[in-house]
């Protein structure tokens, strides 16, 4: 699962969300989306965006966290199979 971290961010800068929206020009909902953990997408832009505002690496605002039940299972072959059956 793909974590996004802004929220660690901003309180570790002591930013609110709309000193972030003022800085980067993006849509105060979408920063609570990503604040939140909400987004389902995220624009390559945006990360840009905040980035340069927070003065901070992508490795510091998003990690992934290895799933519980794997999605992908590998097989003795290599081959990939999906854990849906599909």
């Given at each position: 699962?793909?974590?996004?971290?802004?929220?660690?961010?901003?309180?570790?800068?002591?930013?609110?969300?709309?000193?972030?929206?003022?800085?980067?020009?993006?849509?105060?909902?979408?920063?609570?989306?990503?604040?939140?953990?909400?987004?389902?997408?995220?624009?390559?832009?945006?990360?840009?965006?905040?980035?340069?505002?927070?003065?901070?690496?992508?490795?510091?605002?998003?990690?992934?966290?290895?799933?519980?039940?794997?999605?992908?299972?590998?097989?003795?072959?290599?081959?990939?199979?999906s854990s849906n059956?599909?």
């Amino acid at each position: 699962m793909i974590r996004i971290l802004l929220s660690t961010k901003l309180g570790e800068l002591r930013w609110t969300q709309a000193d972030l929206a003022r800085a980067t020009g993006i849509r105060p909902n979408t920063i609570n989306e990503l604040y939140h953990g909400f987004a389902e997408r995220v624009s390559l832009e945006h990360l840009d965006l905040i980035c340069e505002a927070l003065d901070c690496k992508l490795d510091e605002l998003i990690v992934r966290v290895p799933n519980e039940i794997p999605k992908v299972l590998h097989t003795k072959n290599g081959s990939l199979i999906s854990s849906n059956g599909k």
